[in-house]
């Protein structure tokens, strides 16, 4: 059991260490939310953050925002999700298609399917992991 979740650790690092860009699924523009504060704290470490919620219009953390994956026109290293479990599986579609390296589904959100069709893309899936908390750890 310890090799699995070191095996794990070591991925997370090594996909934390090598990637810049983090789209951002369902980042909200309100800055009391979790996936804005997630977000922002990402940026401030960094990273160069993307988001993406078709209901919002303009921009959030300073930057351009995109209705949907597709849309973005620069390469992502990782897409990070603040949606419900069951409209995951979408999202791991549209992950696959624009080249993105890696799904990764925050703290309380899990979908097998969702994670089947990351991986068999060849996306390295994180999933009920919250990516502020596992990047302060590397």
């Not at 919002?56 to 419900?84: H, T």
């Amino acid at each position: 059991m310890m090799s699995v979740q070191h095996s794990e650790r070591e991925i997370i690092k090594q996909l934390l260490t090598e990637a810049r860009t983090i789209a951002v699924v369902g980042l909200s523009d309100k800055p009391d939310r979790i996936s804005y504060l997630v977000a922002a704290n990402m940026q401030a470490s960094g990273y160069h953050i993307i988001p993406v919620n078709p209901l919002v219009k303009g921009s959030i953390l300073n930057e351009q925002v995109y209705a949907s994956l597709a849309d973005i026109p620069i390469p992502v290293d990782i897409v990070n999700v603040f949606r419900r479990s069951e409209h995951t599986p979408e999202v791991a579609q549209e992950a696959a298609d624009i080249g993105a390296k890696a799904l990764w589904l925050q703290l309380g959100i899990s979908n097998e399917e969702a994670a089947r069709i990351a991986r068999d893309h060849g996306l390295t899936v994180i999933m009920d992991r919250c990516i502020k908390v596992e990047a302060a750890q590397i």
